[in-house]
């Protein structure tokens, strides 16, 4: 059993999420993300943002364009309206805590757990025996990611809620194996009316920055033509929009459509389909579209005007990153306490 711990006073709520560096920005993680992680801000909660460049790496990347888009990643959380002096923002690998608190947790996690995440299978194929082993162990440093922070709740998309799951399962038993009430079991923050935006090219599919078309995503780099053509050639069916939303239960690409709108206006997709209630589609993109440029110019601008100076974008997440680590390395170090590892006098 362990002895004394430190433990340090957390937050009574502490908000924690990231997303990878790997490719551009898009709309859905506008709206999946960004723009509830602004509106967090507002709530009185302690909000952690994160670009997770050590997650991106479970697959290779090409040095300089991982650099780059940590940066762009980072120029669109400040651009969405992320407040570097209201919210921490960094990237990963500058606090090794995520790191360190990741393999206590690869010893904490089992195996059958992880073979049993469907993200996993779905990325690894049938070449799983070929993909890293970061590939197939990462949802236990998603796990650290959360947990150095003891963060109370997570902003995650649909497609998430696995992994959040099993940061849960590993924290029960951290807490279960030594006797210890230390780490939060962590709530997922599901919300909003297009939680999981889907591809302009197959509704079924989440939009995806790793999509081999480009056409099936709107950039928040895409300028104002762009995502005008890329709505307009937006994958429809020939039917008006109907007056209620069951009226769209089995039209995937029609209730996509829908959904961003919602998302994009502040208002529900019900309220939506009754604005547009008999509408075809020559006159429901053309809105929409005005709307997306009108939402979305100003962030790509800003976006812009960042990337011209990068060493601006790195001081940020360098002071993002000390005050990060000023949070978890007590938690930290309250952990190698817990498992019996040794600590000499003036250590980390």
């Not at 969405?80 to 090794?96: E, K, M, T, W, Y």
């Not at 230390?182 to 999509?211: C, H, N």
Request: proline share 5%.
């Amino acid at each position: 059993m362990a002895g004394p711990v430190r433990t340090p006073q957390a937050a009574s709520s502490r908000i924690f999420s990231g997303i990878q560096p790997s490719g551009g920005l898009t709309l859905g993680n506008y709206l999946g993300a960004l723009k509830r992680f602004v509106e967090k801000q507002d709530e009185g909660i302690e909000t952690i943002y994160c670009l997770v460049d050590m997650h991106a790496i479970t697959v290779w990347q090409d040095p300089a364009k991982l650099r780059h888009a940590t940066r762009e990643a980072a120029a669109g959380f400040i651009a969405a309206g992320i407040d570097p002096a209201r919210s921490i923002l960094f990237n990963q690998s500058q606090v090794s805590a995520h790191a360190e608190l990741g393999w206590i947790f690869n010893c904490v996690a089992r195996m059958g757990w992880m073979s049993r995440m469907t993200q996993f299978k779905d990325k690894a194929g049938k070449n799983s025996e070929n993909v890293s082993l970061g590939l197939f162990a990462y949802p236990a440093l998603m796990a650290a990611d959360i947990l150095a922070y003891k963060a109370t709740h997570v902003p995650v998309g649909e497609d998430q809620k696995q992994h959040l799951e099993l940061c849960r399962d590993i924290a029960i038993k951290f807490n279960n194996d030594y006797a210890v009430d230390f780490f939060p079991v962590v709530e997922p923050v599901i919300e909003g009316a297009a939680t999981r935006v889907m591809s302009l090219r197959d509704g079924t599919k989440k939009m995806s920055k790793s999509d081999p078309s480009d056409q099936s995503r709107i950039n928040l780099t895409d300028d104002a033509d762009e995502i005008a053509r890329k709505i307009r050639k937006a994958r429809t069916d020939a039917d008006p929009l109907p007056e209620t939303l069951d009226g769209l239960k089995d039209r995937p690409e029609a209730r996509n459509l829908v959904n961003i709108y919602a998302a994009l206006a502040g208002h529900t997709p019900e309220q939506v389909v009754s604005d547009f209630a008999g509408a075809q589609f020559g006159t429901f993109k053309p809105a929409l579209a005005d709307l997306a440029v009108a939402r979305l110019s100003p962030i790509t601008a800003e976006m812009v005007r960042l990337m011209r100076d990068p060493g601006e974008i790195d001081r940020i997440l360098g002071e993002g990153a000390d005050r990060a680590d000023a949070i978890a390395r007590p938690i930290l170090r309250d952990v190698y306490e817990i498992t019996g590892m040794i600590r000499s006098p003036g250590r980390r």
